[in-house]
């Protein structure tokens, strides 16, 4: 009988033991400077706090936790500005403690650029100082009246300085650059724009097959066909364009520095 209260009492300790592992909130990121902050509600069964427990990469925090609100003080565990960090909150299956600054462990864009170029009208060339965290650089061009995407860099969250470079094609003419990141708020954090006047020669169409393919004379482009209503239905760069799985109807095309038009029959 003994033996039995004993391996009954054994298994309720192993399955609370387990509830109390499945009962994680984790937050991961990286280190900006700035502390945790956590409501701790009282268990439902209204004996002491929610929270029981809270590591820092897997190291046990030595802070105050018995309490309505605590601190998870970051500072204590030899983190540099940009290093990685997960954050585990243990607590009771019968209550849930809430984490009212998620979002201090995300990087935010604070660069600012010391210096901005392009090379010959081939490399953009960029330095910055103040990264506070690794976001990407989205490196833009400014074709058809609107900024186009031609890449990515990673930058470093470093606080600098940082150099950067991108290898672009130009379009005949003046051509426009610029860079921008965009942090977990959404908005965007954008770069001055930088011209350069290249020597790549004008760019022109004409079908070469009706209804099959079109062909750019004076070299290779990059290029976006549209329909009548607005939707992109095709884009990429080189000399050429197959067209015959298009449908019958007009169609917009941008190329080199230009948008034209052309009908498919």
């Known amino acids: 009988m003994k033996h039995r209260l004993f391996l009954l009492f054994a298994l309720s300790l192993l399955v609370t033991v387990a509830g109390y592992a499945q009962s994680i909130i984790r937050i991961e990121g990286n280190y900006q400077g700035k502390n ?12 002491g706090f929610c929270v029981y427990e809270v590591r820092v990469n897997g190291n046990l925090t030595t802070d105050e936790i018995g309490s309505s609100a605590f601190e998870v003080d970051l500072r204590n565990h030899n983190l540099k500005i940009g290093d ?10 019968d ?5 009212l600054n998620p979002e201090v462990l995300k990087p935010k864009s604070t660069y600012e650029v010391v210096s901005m170029e392009v090379a010959n009208c081939e490399t953009l060339k960029w330095s910055t100082k103040n990264e506070q965290g690794k976001l990407t650089y989205i490196i833009e061009q400014y074709r058809w009246n609107k900024w186009v995407k031609i890449g990515e860099v990673d930058g ?8 950067y470079s ?6 005949s003419g003046e051509n426009q650059f610029r860079v921008k990141q965009v942090d977990y708020t959404g908005q965007p954090r954008i770069s001055k724009v930088v011209k350069c006047t290249s020597s790549v020669p004008e ?12 062909t750019f004379e004076g070299g290779e482009t990059m290029y976006e066909i549209y329909d009548q209503y607005g939707n992109i239905v095709k884009k990429g760069f080189g000399s050429k364009i197959d067209v015959s ?6 169609y917009f095309l941008n190329y080199d520095n230009k948008t034209g038009e052309f009908f498919k029959k």
Not at 36 to 47: D, E, H, T
Not at 203 to 214: A, G, L, N
């Open 36 to 47: 945790i902050y956590v409501q701790n509600p009282f268990a439902s069964s209204g004996v």
């Open 84 to 93: 990685p960090v997960e954050v585990q909150i243990f607590h009771k299956d």
């Open 95 to 99: 209550c849930k403690p809430k984490v």
């Open 156 to 163: 470093t969250g470093l606080v600098g300085p940082n150099n």
């Open 166 to 171: 991108f290898k672009v094609t130009p379009h």
């Open 203 to 214: 760019i022109k169409f004409y079908p070469v097959k009706p209804d099959k393919e079109i």
């Open 245 to 250: 799985g298009l449908a019958r109807g007009g």
